[in-house]
C-alpha cells in the first residue's frame, strides 16, 4: 500500500503565508486549559483542567493548586468569594519557570442577594466561640490533604428544602450584622440522620458555642464540609466516612432557633455555595413557616 503523506494544506504557497503572516508572530498554540463555569456567580467555584506539565492557578490574589488526576491531567478548584468584585480577570495557569504562563479570560457576574432577618433571644446572640474553637476551624480551613477523596456528584447530607439559600445577607434582631449566611439551611426534623456528601475523613466531631454539635470533613484537593447544630455526634475525629455514611443526627445546639441542618461547603478555606454542587430546592414561602 502507498504511504500516505499528509501535508499541511496551503502552508509552502505563498499567498496563504501572506494571509497568515499577521498571526504567526507568536508561536501558534492550542489552547491547553479549560475553566468551567468560564462566567462564575460570586460564591461559585471555577474548576480548572490542565495538561499535567500545569502546577498551579492564579485569579487577583488567589492561588489553587493543580493536582495530579488518574487520567494523566491536573485539576484543581478556585473558589469566588461572596466578597470579590465582579469584572473580567485574567486566570493565570503555571507550569514551572521554563515555560510561560497560559491565560484565560474569566468573567465574575454581578450576584444580587437577598436580606434575611432573623430573631434570636438574648441568651442565643450572647454566644460566641471561644479563641480556641477559632483557631481549630482556622486550622481546618487552612489544612487540606493533596489526596482526592471526594467524587461528583456530592450526595444532599439530607433530604429536606431550604429554608436559607447561601449568600443571604444576614440581620439579627433587624440590625445588620455585615455577614452573609456562608452554608445553606435545610429542614429536617430533630433526630434525622446526617450524611457525608462524599468521602473523606472527619477532621473534628466535638461540640461549639456557636456551631453547637458540629462535624468537619476533609475530602481533600480544597473541599471540605462542615454539618452543624446537631443533637447527637456519631463521627469521631481522624475516622475515614464514605459518601453518605451518618455523622450524627438534626438537633438545635448552638445559636440555632430550631432543628435544622447548616452546612457549608469550603473551597481552599473559602466559603461556597453548596448549590451549585448538589441540587436543593429553596422551600417555598408557606412551608417556611414554622
Ligand atoms: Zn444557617
Same mark, same amino acid.
Request: charge should be positive; charged fraction near 15%.
Given at each position: 500500500?502507498?504511504?500516505?503523506?499528509?501535508?499541511?494544506?496551503?502552508?509552502?504557497?505563498? %499567498?496563504?503565508?501572506?494571509?497568515?503572516? &499577521?498571526?504567526?508572530?507568536?508561536?501558534?498554540?492550542?489552547?491547553?486549559?479549560?475553566?468551567?463555569? /468560564? $462566567?462564575?456567580?460570586?460564591?461559585?467555584?471555577?474548576?480548572?483542567?490542565?495538561?499535567?506539565?500545569?502546577?498551579? %492557578?492564579?485569579?487577583?490574589?488567589?492561588? /489553587?493548586?493543580?493536582?495530579?488526576?488518574?487520567?494523566? $491531567?491536573?485539576?484543581?478548584?478556585?473558589?469566588?468569594?461572596?466578597?470579590?468584585?465582579?469584572?473580567?480577570?485574567?486566570?493565570?495557569?503555571?507550569?514551572?519557570?521554563?515555560?510561560?504562563?497560559?491565560?484565560?479570560?474569566?468573567?465574575?457576574?454581578?450576584?444580587?442577594? &437577598?436580606?434575611?432577618? *432573623?430573631?434570636?433571644?438574648?441568651?442565643?446572640?450572647?454566644?460566641?466561640?471561644? &479563641?480556641?474553637?477559632?483557631?481549630?476551624?482556622?486550622?481546618?480551613?487552612?489544612?487540606?490533604?493533596?489526596?482526592?477523596?471526594?467524587?461528583?456528584?456530592?450526595?444532599?447530607?439530607?433530604?429536606?428544602?431550604? @429554608?436559607?439559600?447561601?449568600?443571604?445577607?444576614?440581620?439579627?434582631?433587624?440590625?445588620?450584622?455585615?455577614? +452573609?449566611?456562608?452554608?445553606?439551611?435545610?429542614? @429536617?426534623?430533630?433526630?434525622?440522620?446526617?450524611?457525608?456528601?462524599? /468521602?473523606?475523613? *472527619? @477532621?473534628? %466531631?466535638? $461540640?461549639?458555642?456557636?456551631?453547637?454539635?458540629?462535624?468537619?470533613?476533609?475530602?481533600?484537593?480544597?473541599?471540605?464540609?462542615? +454539618?452543624?447544630?446537631?443533637?447527637?455526634?456519631?463521627?469521631?475525629?481522624?475516622?475515614?466516612?464514605?459518601?453518605?455514611?451518618?455523622?450524627?443526627? /438534626?438537633?438545635?445546639?448552638?445559636?440555632?432557633?430550631?432543628?435544622?441542618?447548616?452546612?457549608?461547603? +469550603?473551597?481552599?478555606?473559602?466559603?461556597?455555595?453548596?448549590?451549585?454542587?448538589?441540587?436543593?430546592?429553596?422551600?417555598?414561602?408557606?412551608?417556611?413557616?414554622?
Amino acid at each position: 500500500m502507498p504511504v500516505r503523506t499528509i501535508r499541511p494544506p496551503g502552508l509552502f504557497t505563498v %499567498a496563504p503565508l501572506l494571509v497568515l503572516a &499577521p498571526f504567526c508572530s507568536a508561536p501558534l498554540r492550542a489552547q491547553q486549559c479549560t475553566v468551567s463555569p /468560564a $462566567q462564575v456567580k460570586l460564591g461559585e467555584t471555577l474548576r480548572i483542567t490542565c495538561p499535567p506539565e500545569f502546577t498551579s %492557578a492564579k485569579l487577583n490574589d488567589r492561588t /489553587a493548586k493543580l493536582f495530579p488526576q488518574q487520567n494523566g $491531567q491536573r485539576f484543581g478548584l478556585l473558589p469566588i468569594s461572596v466578597k470579590d468584585t465582579p469584572g473580567t480577570f485574567s486566570l493565570t495557569l503555571s507550569r514551572g519557570e521554563a515555560d510561560p504562563p497560559e491565560t484565560l479570560q474569566v468573567g465574575i457576574r454581578k450576584t444580587i442577594f &437577598p436580606s434575611q432577618n *432573623v430573631t434570636l433571644s438574648p441568651e442565643i446572640e450572647g454566644l460566641h466561640s471561644t &479563641p480556641e474553637e477559632i483557631a481549630l476551624l482556622n486550622n481546618f480551613k487552612e489544612n487540606i490533604s493533596d489526596s482526592r477523596s471526594w467524587a461528583d456528584p456530592l450526595a444532599p447530607p439530607v433530604s429536606g428544602c431550604m @429554608t436559607s439559600p447561601f449568600g443571604v445577607k444576614r440581620l439579627h434582631n433587624g440590625k445588620p450584622t455585615g455577614e +452573609y449566611h456562608g452554608g445553606v439551611d435545610q429542614r @429536617t426534623p430533630e433526630g434525622e440522620p446526617i450524611r457525608a456528601v462524599a /468521602a473523606g475523613t *472527619v @477532621t473534628f %466531631a466535638r $461540640q461549639f458555642n456557636v456551631l453547637g454539635n458540629a462535624v468537619g470533613i476533609d475530602h481533600g484537593q480544597g473541599l471540605e464540609s462542615m +454539618y452543624l447544630h446537631m443533637s447527637r455526634l456519631v463521627a469521631a475525629p481522624g475516622a475515614s466516612v464514605q459518601r453518605g455514611d451518618i455523622l450524627g443526627y /438534626a438537633g438545635s445546639t448552638g445559636r440555632s432557633t430550631g432543628p435544622h441542618l447548616h452546612w457549608v461547603l +469550603y473551597v481552599n478555606g473559602i466559603n461556597v455555595n453548596p448549590a451549585q454542587w448538589v441540587k436543593l430546592q429553596l422551600c417555598s414561602a408557606a412551608a417556611k413557616k414554622r
